[in-house]
């Protein structure tokens, strides 16, 4: 049976962040993800995941400065020193919370920019964050991003992020496999999971084309969660999705998957 972790980026935003975990434990999740720690001293984060007996499957590089259009560093010529400086920020949350795995953000690439020198960059310094990750065990993730939300991004297509894992060459090194992203670019998302199964060590949810709770749209995802028994994934599944009202209004979608205690 799937597990699912719900994402306090996009769930319960209702609420303070800080009082997100204690939703999310209440609604019957027993893990949670969300985009960036950074704002937080990671023993306060520490204690309210073990507050709530929570555990943290999920985080992300810092994004770089959003304002100015940035989404990631690792893949920006010339931002080296940056990116490393995230890539060692981000092991140490990772270390303090027990998480198993960090999703390294690459970049958005400007028009009219040499896209091979940013994957060049981005290949170098995914070497040297997999090499500071393994000895702990962690896990890198990379996401494939579609070009409505996130324009530009290096990455578009499952089967750039599959080929970019390849030319990286690290054993701790996976995809990201966001199933709202890849119905919107890739489609077939049964082959994506049943050929690809091992490549992928995260997987995301959300309804296509609205980003929405699971239960509407193209996406059937009782049939897709069976698939993923079928295949043997036994990794967490992100709910990163924008609910339609209160989250606790919309989660009867959730209610068969719960993990009874």
């Known amino acids: 049976m799937p597990k699912f972790a719900a994402n306090l980026t996009t769930l319960f935003t209702e609420l303070p962040f800080a009082e997100r975990f204690a939703a999310a434990a209440d609604a019957g999740f027993r893990a949670v993800e969300?985009?960036?720690p950074y704002d937080y001293p990671a023993s306060q984060i520490k204690t309210w995941?073990?507050?709530?007996?929570?555990?943290?499957v999920l985080f992300n590089t810092a994004p770089g400065n959003v304002a100015a259009g940035e989404?990631?560093?690792?893949?920006i010529p010339g931002r080296e020193a940056d990116a490393r400086a995230d890539i060692d920020r981000a092991l140490s949350y990772a270390l303090a919370l027990n998480c198993p795995q960090v999703h390294v953000m690459a970049a958005t690439v400007p028009p009219g920019a040499d896209r091979q020198r940013y994957a060049d960059t981005f290949i170098h310094n995914m070497r040297y964050a997999a090499e500071r990750f393994a000895p702990h065990g962690?896990?890198?993730l990379?996401?494939?991003l579609n070009p409505t939300t996130k324009p530009g991004y290096l990455y578009a297509s499952q089967y750039q992020t599959l080929e970019m894992a390849e030319q990286i060459d690290r054993p701790n090194v996976f995809t990201q496999l966001d199933?709202?992203?890849a119905q919107r670019v890739d489609g077939n998302l049964t082959h994506l999971i049943r050929h690809y199964a091992g490549r992928y060590a995260h997987v995301q949810i959300a309804s296509a084309s609205d980003r929405h709770e699971p239960d509407e749209g193209e996406i059937y995802y009782p049939y897709l969660f069976s698939l993923l028994d079928e295949v043997g994934y036994s990794g967490w599944v992100g709910c990163e999705y924008i609910p339609r009202g209160r989250t606790n209004e919309?989660?009867?979608?959730?209610?068969?998957?719960?993990i009874k205690a």
């Open 71 to 75: 989404w990631g560093v690792t893949a």
């Open 142 to 144: 990379i996401e494939a």
């Open 138 to 140: 962690i896990n890198l």
């Open 34 to 36: 969300f985009m960036f």
């Open 49 to 56: 995941l073990d507050e709530h007996q929570l555990q943290l």
């Open 179 to 181: 199933l709202f992203h």
């Open 250 to 258: 919309g989660l009867g979608w959730f209610a068969p998957w719960k």
